[in-house]
């Protein structure tokens, strides 16, 4: 992408959908989906909102492992809801993969989708927590979405 430039994304996987945000060469690595459908991949913008953008335009980035610690979590490109919580329950969000790692955040069913890695590692998924801070989450917990 040039400097200054974007991709749009739009509101249905079509060149008629309306632009709901923008993603730009500055956001780096954002959330998609694992794979395009009719040759748009859904995303998170650059805005938060939840829209479609020409998987022409983009690239899949190798999530690939941190240090040798474990504790970087890989790109997250796919996509998770919370399953298996008590009502009003919620599934912490840890610093390390680990259960016990300092807890950095949350997600609970109410969150909806939400980006995550690809890969789950020792039973732990990198995931994006509801107030934005990186983190791992119980892969038992999660559950992949397309």
Do not use: H
């Not at 400097?3 to 008629?16: D, H, Q, T």
């Not at 780096?28 to 989906?33: I, N, P, V």
């Not at 590692?121 to 990186?134: D, M, P, Q």
Request: charged residues 25%.
């Amino acid at each position: 992408m040039r400097a200054g430039s974007y991709l749009n994304v739009r509101s249905r996987a079509s060149l008629k959908g309306r632009p709901i945000g923008r993603l730009t060469a500055a956001d780096g690595a954002f959330a998609g989906s694992c794979s395009a459908v009719d040759g748009w991949v859904e995303v998170k913008a650059s805005n938060g909102r939840l829209g479609w953008a020409s998987a022409r335009y983009l690239r899949k980035v190798d999530e690939g492992k941190g240090p040798s610690d474990d504790k970087t979590p890989p790109g997250l490109t796919c996509a998770y809801r919370v399953v298996k919580l008590q009502p009003g329950g919620y599934l912490n969000v840890r610093s390390q993969p680990a259960a016990d790692a300092r807890r950095v955040g949350r997600l609970t069913p109410a969150d909806g989708r939400f980006a995550g890695g690809c890969s789950p590692v020792k039973g732990w998924v990198a995931v994006r927590a509801s107030n934005g801070k990186l983190g791992w989450a119980s892969a038992g917990y999660l559950r992949k979405v397309t």
